[in-house]
């Protein structure tokens, strides 16, 4: 045994161990057949590949076998509504305070998110026209320059979108990187239509009046807003599949509760702080870490619960564990 099948066995180790015995001869074998003559490490591709076979394999051990297909589904909606909020964000940047009123700003730009916004609107424009991997790589990026807001406008003393903007963009990203290998062409353009839809409406009403700080509105109102109306969209979804037998809208119901938790953020926040009046940055961190805390703990306990329960589908009409169509 070689040093690569060394390797490959240990991640192999992501599969049930009943499947790895009847298996596991044969993945190990194909890997090997494939790789390269002086390959000595598993490829990111080939580690990425087997950990989530891996995870679908132990999903359907226990019974779980809608969540992977749910959670696809969750990751387009996240997608969506980091476009959508890309495009608000994208038109309003571009309508500075007046100079008399010396409001900081970038250049013609209100602050240095007009970057990550752009990126995420290109993410947009990728995920319409180009492979899935390739979105993802995009949305891969745009994570990046968003997370690196807060401290190059720290470094160059320039201004930035509150932190209670940019955390619920990450999230929505990290999320919509589970966005599935194919989709129809009408889908794909679903997250390049909200992004337009948005910046359209958004320059028609910002353009009207320039205000001193279009963030401040998203304090109470707007981000809590679009959180809940995401959440009463995923509602919808499970409520309609569910009706023909199909648990993905649940599950992605169930996904869906940390993002938008994350969105109702400065709403939770300024519930909690309204005798004393004045949202602080403690108030915002504690409703971030709570969401944090509670959202997935919401999803692993449903899985768990899940799992107890005994499989009572028929086996000519079980759910696929990657698509969610039935057989």
Known sequence: MNDLERRYLRLLRAYPAEYRRARGAEIVGTYLDLAASDQRWPTPADAADLVRGGLRQRLRAVGVTGLVAGVRLAALLSLVTASALAGVWGAAEQHPPPAEWGVPHVGPFV???????????????????????????????????????????????????????????????????????????????????????????????????????????????????????????????????????????????????????????????????????????????????????????????TVLVRARRPATTPTSSRQCPTCGTRA
């Open 111 to 301: 602050s240095l998110g007009v970057v990550a916004w752009a990126a995420w609107l290109l993410v947009a424009v990728v995920t319409a026209v180009a492979p899935s991997r390739v979105a993802r790589l995009s949305i891969t990026v745009a994570l990046l320059l968003t997370l690196a807001l807060p401290p190059v406008a720290a470094v160059l003393d320039a201004p930035r979108p509150p932190l209670f903007v940019l955390l619920p963009q990450v999230v929505l990203g990290l999320l919509g990187l589970a966005l599935p290998d194919r989709l129809p062409t009408a889908i794909r353009l679903t997250p390049l239509l909200s992004a337009l839809l948005t910046l359209v409406a958004t320059e028609l009403l910002v353009g009207l009046d320039a205000v001193d700080s279009y963030y401040g509105i998203t304090m109470t109102i707007f981000l809590p807003s679009v959180g809940g109306l995401l959440l009463v969209v995923g509602a919808l979804l499970a409520t309609g599949l569910a009706a023909g037998g199909d648990t993905r809208g649940g599950w992605a119901l169930v996904t869906l509760l940390t993002p938008a938790g994350f969105l109702t953020v400065p709403g939770l926040a300024d519930s909690l702080n309204s005798a004393h009046g004045g949202v602080t940055f403690t108030d915002l961190a504690a409703s971030a870490v709570a969401v944090a805390v509670v959202g997935p703990a919401v999803l692993l306990l």
